[in-house]
């Protein structure tokens, strides 16, 4: 059987928080730079609701030509893995963002097997995947704690304090994801 990956959307393979960072500067005359958000709740940092936050993420979504990717070459990155796998974006991306978003992964080159939304960034962890690649501590938390289920933390500064965890292999970079899925298949 062909494994399965789940690759998350903001904040692995597009930097929403830098559009966040433009949309929230604008609209509260602040200076925040994505290094500014070393936790994860980023609303808590920006001063503003949680909800708030969520309806800028949003906005960003709709203006998703001026989002960067995490990293350049993502989708030659993306590929290595789809020789061996299958790869999934998996999102817990509103459901009024998930065209744009497809229309950024399709500018972007990123190829992937399915879109797959949930409603809510941990409602993911009950999907059945081999290895999920995410920069969300709780996500990631809850991965290390299902007993076939491996993950992979992308680092960004909101996760950079995370501890070790089970099952758990951390990635500065997309350059070192598909050597760390072949050693956690390897070992499966």
Known sequence: ????????????????MAACCKVINKRYSTHFEVSSFNQWNAWEIAGISKDEFFRILDQAWFEWQTIPPTEQNLAEKVSKLSRFSEVDIVTGRSA?????????????????????????????????????????????????????????????????????????LRADSWDQIPELVHGILDSK
Do not use: C, H
């Open 1 to 16: 059987m062909t494994p399965r990956i789940a690759a998350d959307l903001d904040g692995v393979l597009a930097n929403t």
């Open 96 to 168: 009024e963002t998930v065209t744009p978003a497809k229309s950024w992964l399709e500018t972007q080159g990123v190829r992937f097997n399915a879109f797959v939304r949930t409603n809510s960034g941990i409602e993911k962890v009950d999907l059945n995947y081999d290895v999920f690649i995410d920069d969300s501590p709780e996500v990631i938390s809850a991965v290390s704690s299902k007993v076939k289920t491996y993950a992979i933390l992308y680092t960004q500064p909101w996760n950079e304090e995370i501890r070790e965890m089970p099952k758990t």
